[in-house]
């Protein structure tokens, strides 16, 4: 099992430009959320999905969007990135059996 | 407004110590998480609390729903303990987290 991988690592971005993060679980988990950690605050939920076909709104849902067309993968996307966009990007399923959260490995985004 | 407060935000301690960590909440909760975050940034999860007491090897967590406070306790603390620690609570789908304590274990 790879678990919860994303791509890219590192993006580097200039304002305006577009770009989609992707995450995949391998779990068959129906959970998965996006979240983004920036110094000195909490892990903020972008979006996050119950199932294939629905999302919702998080904490700081603007400037994203997100699809879950497949059960495996949760698609963010940043139609024109703003420097207030830099942050490290955060993955998660989450197995409601055992309420436990898997993390990606995280996405590093710069915009210029 | 948040949700989720931690202290301390910074803690270092010499290797063998008893190390606590502490978590409030103010919403209502279906479990508290504790999550550790090393240093290369990936976070992994820890104990999952409703009530009680979980321990893990050197690692224990405390709950008071009543309270709504929780602990994280390290005994016999090692360098490689050294991470950040965050607290977490779930709420029907969604989760809030705390900002973090940032542990540093010296030999």
């Known amino acids: 099992n790879a678990g919860v991988t994303q791509t890219p690592k590192f993006r580097v971005l200039k304002t305006g430009q577009s770009m989609t993060l992707l995450c995949a679980q391998d779990?068959?988990?129906?959970?998965m959320y996006w979240y983004r950690q920036d110094p000195g605050m909490g892990l903020r939920l972008i979006h996050y999905?119950?199932?294939?076909?629905?999302?919702a709104k998080g904490e700081v849902p603007d400037g994203y969007n997100v699809s879950r067309l497949k059960k495996q993968n949760f698609l963010l996307g940043l139609e024109s990135a703003a420097p207030s966009q830099t942050s490290v990007y955060f993955c998660a399923s989450y197995r409601a059996s055992t309420d436990t959260q898997y993390f990606g490995p995280g996405t590093r985004l710069t915009v210029l | 407004k948040n949700e989720v407060e931690q202290s301390p935000q910074n803690l270092t301690a010499q290797e063998g110590e008893f190390i606590t960590i502490n978590c409030s909440y103010s919403v209502g909760i279906s479990a508290l998480h504790w999550l550790q975050q090393h240093p290369g940034g990936g976070i992994v999860s820890l104990f999952m609390?409703?009530?009680g007491k979980k321990k893990h090897g050197r690692l224990i967590a405390t709950i008071n729903i009543q309270e709504k406070h929780s602990s994280l306790h390290i005994t016999a603390s090692h360098p490689r303990d050294s991470a950040v620690y965050i607290c977490?609570?779930?709420?029907?789908?969604?989760?809030?987290f705390g900002t973090g304590t940032s542990l540093t274990v010296i030999p």
């Open positions: 999905s119950v199932g294939e076909g629905t999302t």
């Open positions: 977490a609570v779930g709420t029907g789908n969604q989760f809030y």
């Open positions: 609390l409703s009530s």
């Open positions: 779990m068959n988990h129906e959970y």
